[in-house]
């Protein structure tokens, strides 16, 4: 017997003893189980059993259906089930800005597109249409996480309660005005009411959100830290993003962003610092050092040219990486499939070495590396008992994922989100079939479409 599976038994006798005749929710058997565990198993002909939302046992499927019964029973023939996408990164809200300014470079398509279109645009329907299309996709597209940075904050947890998805959401600060907060200390007094609004929320958590080394200033980012100690929340900010960035830094503040971070306190474990494109070997080595996690954002930094994250030092060094989409502004979509396919591809690229992010390292940044850097990785990241039922059925029963030499090998580099069949949140199906559940697709469409023709107006 396994260790995985000498562990599963243990926690699966401790919980089937609560069960009366056990009798429980769902049992759901896959031709492969990817659990996302120590020495990247994959289980075939397996079932995973789920009641009150977490998973109660991973067994053979003979063993399965002599033990227990259920009230949903999904027989899933030629799927693979994984845990679902942490996307560690996101604007979501922004999904209404797609296409409409692309190829630019960051400071040119932020200062003359993005933050003139915030400023005419930006209200709570604005927020709460832009995060109902951005999570719509993301469940489509396999994620049950994201790590959000945008404003108005408690709409987007409001969305993402309805949609019954899990999501961290960015008390956002900037020292400048926006229309969700007039400076720094109105940022903060509305994040914090909305950080006491979600506190033990079985699906929503906050993180502190400075946006950037270059539009926040000392005095708030020294408030983050402190109140990221109390409160005991992560630290969500973009970092050494590109060149202008440690120009700027250097001119401005006489030094690179990360070493200002350092000086205020900030790189520590709680700290994800996004992109990282710009990286000398000293500075890998000081982020292994703090403990930091990166959140990786290839498809977003080819777009705008903003450089490259050297995945494979930092992993050699031991920083965990995981990997966020960014927003569909400037990304141009949400796709975690497709974006853990490019973070593998370019990883090896840019390391000169076909084994640098292989296929099970890949998915791993794709899932428990992302819960590693919310602090959630004891409640999802990975399918094994006792953990909250997140996961994902992906039908390999395509042109495109047939032969299956290697599941895991499949999903990470053949698969598109269109063979995302199922999705489960905390054991709640919120996708059947290719079809939402706790979402209206046609109502969003027609939405966005009124959207596109009032910004175009």
Request: proline share 4%.
């Amino acid at each position: 017997m396994t260790l995985l599976c000498q562990n599963n038994k243990q926690m699966t006798d401790k919980i089937t003893d609560t069960i009366s005749d056990n009798h429980i929710d769902t049992l759901i058997s896959c031709d492969w189980i990817i659990p996302v565990t120590a020495d990247d198993p994959v289980l075939e002909g397996h079932v995973i059993a789920v009641h009150h939302g977490k998973i109660i046992d991973i067994l053979p499927a003979a063993d399965a259906m002599q033990t227990y019964t259920a009230t949903h029973l999904h027989d899933l023939h030629h799927h693979a089930l994984i845990p679902g996408f942490i996307n560690a990164h996101t604007h979501s809200a922004m999904s209404l800005f797609r296409g409409m300014s692309d190829d630019l470079a960051l400071m040119e398509w932020l200062n003359n597109h993005i933050w003139p279109a915030e400023a005419k645009w930006l209200s709570e329907d604005f927020v709460a249409d832009g995060s109902r299309l951005a999570i719509a996709e993301m469940i489509k597209g396999g994620t049950t996480c994201f790590n959000d940075m945008y404003f108005y904050p408690d709409v987007t947890a409001r969305i993402a309660c309805e949609a019954g998805i899990r999501a961290t959401v960015g008390l956002i600060v900037f020292d400048f005005p926006s229309a969700w907060g007039e400076g720094p200390d109105d940022y903060f007094q509305k994040g914090l009411a909305v950080h006491d609004e979600y506190l033990n929320h079985p699906l929503i958590q906050t993180a502190l959100a400075p946006h950037a080394p270059y539009t926040v200033s000392d005095a708030p980012l020294s408030r983050v830290r402190l109140l990221a100690d109390e409160l005991d929340i992560p630290v969500h900010i973009h970092l050494h993003e590109t060149n202008d960035e440690i120009q700027g830094s250097l001119r401005d503040h006489g030094e690179r962003p990360m070493a200002r971070l350092q000086r205020l306190g900030l790189l520590n474990p709680q700290l994800i610092a996004v992109h990282m494109t710009q990286l000398t070997d000293e500075e890998i080595a000081l982020a292994a050092g703090s403990g930091i996690h990166v959140a990786h954002s290839p498809q977003s930094n080819l777009k705008l040219a903003s450089g490259f994250c050297p995945v494979g030092k930092l992993q050699r060094a031991g920083v965990n990486v995981c990997i966020g989409t960014d927003g569909a502004a400037s990304n141009n979509d949400l796709d975690m499939l497709d974006e853990m396919r490019t973070a593998a591809t370019l990883a090896k690229a840019v390391d000169n070495n076909a084994r640098t992010l292989p296929a099970a390292a890949a998915l791993r940044a794709a899932t428990i590396n992302g819960a590693k850097a919310l602090g959630i990785d004891d409640v999802t990241g990975s399918l094994e008992v006792g953990k909250s039922a997140d996961m994902v059925a992906i039908d390999l029963d395509s042109l495109r994922t047939q032969p299956v030499h290697h599941p895991l090998s499949q999903v990470v580099y053949a698969a598109s989100n269109s063979q995302v069949s199922d999705v489960w949140v905390s054991g709640k199906q919120l996708l059947s079939n290719r079809r939402l559940l706790t979402l209206d697709e046609n109502a969003i469409l027609e939405n966005s479409r009124e959207w596109l023709q009032k910004i175009q107006d």
